[in-house]
C-alpha cells in the first residue's frame, strides 16, 4: 500500500508563498505521473499540477498546470527524496483550500491519495 504525507501547508498572506511537500513510501520513480489536487470549502477536488514520469530521466518529466495556477505554481520532482514538491507564489486568496497529493502507481495504473494540507490565504 503506497503511502503519501503532505506537508509546508499553512497560513500566509496574499502575495506570499509556501512550498508543499509530498513524501511516497516507495521510489517515487514507480510512479507514471504524480499531481496536486484541492478542494476549496464547498467546493469540488481541482487538478492543479501534474508531472508526467514516463520516459524521462531521474527527477524529470513533463509538467502541466491547471489556468487558474499556471506561471505562479511550480511542481517537481526529487526521484533521491522520493518526495514531489509544489511550490506555490503569488498566492492568492482564491487558492484557498486542502491540497492532496496524487500518483498513479506505473505498473498497475492504480492512484493513490495523500491525506492533504491546509493552506489558507489572508487578504
Known sequence: QVQLVESGGGLVQAGG??????????????FSNMAWYRQAPGKGREFVARMT???????????????S???????????????????MNGLKPEDTAIYYCFAVRLTTMRGY??????VTVSS
Open 69 to 87: 495556477v499556471k506561471d505562479r505554481f511550480t511542481i517537481s520532482i526529487d526521484d533521491a527524496k522520493n518526495t514531489v514538491y509544489l511550490q
Open 53 to 67: 514520469r514516463v520516459g524521462y530521466s531521474e527527477s524529470g518529466g513533463y509538467s502541466d498546470y491547471s489556468d
Open 113 to 118: 491519495w495523500g491525506q492533504g494540507t491546509q
Open 17 to 30: 508563498s509556501l512550498r508543499l511537500s509530498c513524501a511516497a513510501s516507495e521510489r517515487t520513480v514507480n
